[in-house]
Each structure stands twice: as structure tokens, then as C-alpha cells.
């Protein structure tokens, strides 16, 4: 059974950095792509980073503040923040699939969500 567990979330000022974790268990997930999305209240969900093999791709809105990254070896993805602003305050989630992520919301897995609250 695959599982994806986020940790990392909490309530940062602005400004402040985050560090998000994502632990997949249940096969080895080198081949697939691993990912970020977030959703904010009252707004739908949406793309934020992935990684694939050697491709990362980031949301405008992220890049250059957020990067991606990944351990194989322990099947973990993780999310650093740094530049935080109110308007990333969002339930972040992870997610896996075998082919891709992007703006489409397609994934195979999703994890169960991390609060990320951004103060001003």
C-alpha cells in the first residue's frame, strides 16, 4: 500500500523560511515524479514544484524562492521555502506519478496535506 506522509508545516512570518518533507513508502519511487501542489482557502488547488529523473519544474509564482529536491535512496521529497509570503499561506500536499506533475492536477498518490500559515 503506498503511503506519502508530509511534515514540516507550521506558522512562519513573512520573510521566514520552511523546510517540507515528504516520506513515500510502499515501492521504490526513483523513476516516478514527486511533487508539490498546494491549496489556499477558498481557492482551488494548484501546481507548485516537481522533480523527474533530471527535470524540475517550478510555478511562476515559487520560482526562485522554493526549491525542490529529492533522496531515492530514502524516497523522500522535500519542499524548502525561503522568501515567504502571506499569499503561499495553503494546505501544501504531496504527490507522485509515474509519468508527470503539473498545472493539470494529475497524480497517481496524494498525501493527506501540511499547513503552511505565513503571517504578515
Known amino acids: 500500500q503506498v503511503q506519502l506522509v508530509e511534515s514540516g508545516g507550521g506558522l512562519v512570518q513573512a520573510g521566514g523560511s520552511l523546510r517540507l518533507s515528504c516520506a513515500a513508502s510502499g515501492r521504490t519511487f526513483r523513476r516516478y515524479a514527486m511533487g508539490w501542489f498546494r491549496q489556499a482557502p477558498g481557492k482551488e488547488r494548484e501546481f507548485v514544484a516537481a522533480?523527474?529523473?533530471?527535470?524540475?519544474n517550478y510555478a511562476d509564482s515559487v520560482k526562485g524562492r522554493f526549491t525542490i529536491s529529492r533522496d531515492n535512496a530514502k524516497n523522500t521529497v522535500y519542499l524548502q521555502m525561503n522568501s515567504l509570503k502571506p499569499e503561499d499561506t495553503a494546505v501544501y500536499y504531496c504527490?507522485?506519478?509515474?509519468?508527470?506533475?503539473?498545472?493539470?492536477?494529475?497524480?497517481?498518490?496524494w498525501g493527506q496535506g501540511t499547513q503552511v500559515t505565513v503571517s504578515s
Open positions: 522533480v523527474r529523473l533530471s527535470s524540475i
Open positions: 504527490a507522485v506519478d509515474l509519468l508527470q506533475l503539473g498545472p493539470n492536477l494529475n497524480a497517481d498518490y
